[in-house]
């Protein structure tokens, strides 16, 4: 059996000066955190179950507090060279395509949040990611199967038969967290109520469309649709979050057919339909989600990312907020230092707040976004024509212009 414990330097007198973390799972969200502890100094080891470290190719949008925080870990550089800035957010109605709000994004992100919006290929990010680590930081093929608390360190033991020795344990292993479960006890997320078609198509197969640089969600009756380029242009990608009363199987990377999607969209704008029948495959996921958790952390342990706060993506904010939990355990743990349960729990109670809110708001578009033709629908619309709703700059402030590594309990978002 092998056992990883990390080399700690050590200070004057011999003594460990680092705080030594292990970090389950190699999302985006382990990942983040595992470079902002690096570059904070934190001795920080990844440990991933997959055989190698990938995401199911799919879009993702890089909102400005992310940015703030990927900037600031040197990625600035890599987001501009395969990312595709937006120039408007533009939501549109599901038959006629009329505009029901455009938001202008370009330029007016920086100067009103200091960072743009990147749409990025999820791919894409995560080797940015990966690239900024010490490969020998990363350990693949090593599934946490259980954890021990023995007051001073945890033990970490994987399935490989492989054991860790550390300070802190942070899971950030998905929606279905081992973690979570040893620290609180299984519990079966919730079917949402939604499938998502995702897929990716060749820019150019598209040329005949002259597709506006812009996100562009189409909102109709119990489903939407949206696409944005990413990887520089080259590729367009697309969701289609279909309703469905019941769902039995669970897979980020099952294929689904695309004549189902296709027909869910029957009737739909032409530029909807044209975009889906350019598609080679769809991937098809089912949503799930769970209610916020009323703690994250248990004496050296903690969670990160869909492992404590999955939501719907209705808000474009999973990924986010676990960027955004990295940053803000890592400015914790160099605020108290060895104090290991001290960090964790003022981390829990600046980021718990927030992205329970979160949660809440991105169940709460679903409705909103799939409501039938009729008179919720024209409220609605008439609620975008105003520009009063989630998706205008100004309502959105609140998540786009946060520090996540300004640690003030008193301005902590309820
Ligand atoms: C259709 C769709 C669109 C989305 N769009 C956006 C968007 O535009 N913007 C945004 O911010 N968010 C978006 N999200 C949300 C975002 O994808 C997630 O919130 C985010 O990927 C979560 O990252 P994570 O690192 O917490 O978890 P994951 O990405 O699930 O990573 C968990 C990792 O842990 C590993 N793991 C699991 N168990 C173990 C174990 N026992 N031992 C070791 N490793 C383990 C897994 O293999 C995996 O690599 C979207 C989600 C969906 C479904």
Redesign the pocket.
């Known amino acids: 059996m092998r056992s990883h414990r990390p080399a700690v330097p050590t200070g004057p007198g011999g003594t460990s000066n680092r705080v030594s973390v292990a970090i389950?799972?190699?999302?985006?969200?382990?990942?983040?955190a595992a470079l902002s502890l690096l570059q904070a100094g934190v001795d920080v080891q990844v440990?991933?179950?997959?055989p190698m470290?990938?995401?199911v190719g799919?879009?993702?949008?890089?909102?400005p507090n992310?940015a703030r925080v990927l900037h600031r870990l040197g990625l600035a550089g890599e987001l501009a060279r395969t990312g595709v800035p937006p120039l408007d957010w533009h939501q549109r109605r599901w038959d006629d395509g009329r505009t029901l709000l455009r938001t202008p994004l370009a330029g007016r992100l920086e100067a009103a949040f200091g960072f743009p919006q990147y749409?990025v290929h999820?791919a894409d990010l995560l080797a940015a990611l990966a690239n900024a680590l010490p490969t020998e930081r990363v350990h693949l093929g090593?599934?946490?199967?259980d954890l021990a608390d023995r007051g001073d360190h945890i033990q970490a033991t994987?399935?490989n038969g492989a054991h860790a020795e550390i300070d802190l344990l942070v899971?950030?292993?998905?929606?279905?967290?081992?973690?979570r479960n040893l620290l609180f006890g299984p519990q079966d997320p919730h079917f949402t109520g939604c499938v998502?078609y995702?897929g990716l198509v060749p820019a150019d197969r598209l040329d005949h469309l002259d597709l506006e640089v812009t996100a562009q969600l189409w909102m109709g009756p119990g489903r939407h649709f949206?696409h944005y380029f990413v990887r520089d242009r080259h590729l367009l990608w697309f969701?289609a979050?279909v309703e469905q009363d019941t769902w039995t199987r669970e897979s980020?990377t099952e294929r689904g057919h695309l004549a189902d999607a296709q027909a869910a969209f029957a009737g739909w704008h032409p530029q909807v339909r044209a975009i889906l029948d350019a598609a080679d495959d769809a991937f098809l996921?089912a949503?799930f989600d769970r209610p916020p958790l009323q703690r994250w952390s248990v004496g050296r342990v903690t969670l990160?990312?869909?492992?404590c706060h999955?939501?719907?993506?209705f808000i474009?904010?999973?990924?986010?907020?676990?960027?955004e939990?990295g940053a803000t355990l890592t400015a914790c743990l160099a605020q108290t230092g060895p104090d290991v349960p001290g960090a964790l729990g003022r981390y829990e109670r600046l980021r718990l707040p927030r992205t329970s809110r979160l949660q809440v708001l991105s169940a709460a578009n679903k409705t909103r976004l799939h409501l039938p033709d009729g008179p919720q629908q024209q409220e609605r619309d008439a609620q975008l024509a105003t520009g009063s709703t989630d998706w205008s700059v100004g309502t959105i402030a609140w998540i786009y212009e946060h520090d996540p590594a300004v640690l003030d309990l008193t301005h902590s978002p309820t």
């Open positions: 389950i799972g190699g999302g985006i969200g382990g990942l983040s440990y991933e179950q997959a470290l990938g995401e799919a879009g993702l949008q890089v909102s992310a749409q999820r090593h599934q946490l199967t994987f399935a899971g950030a292993d998905g929606i279905h967290s081992t973690v998502a995702r949206i969701v979050i980020w996921t949503l990160l990312g869909d492992a999955p939501m719907l993506p474009a904010q999973g990924a986010a907020q676990a960027i939990d």
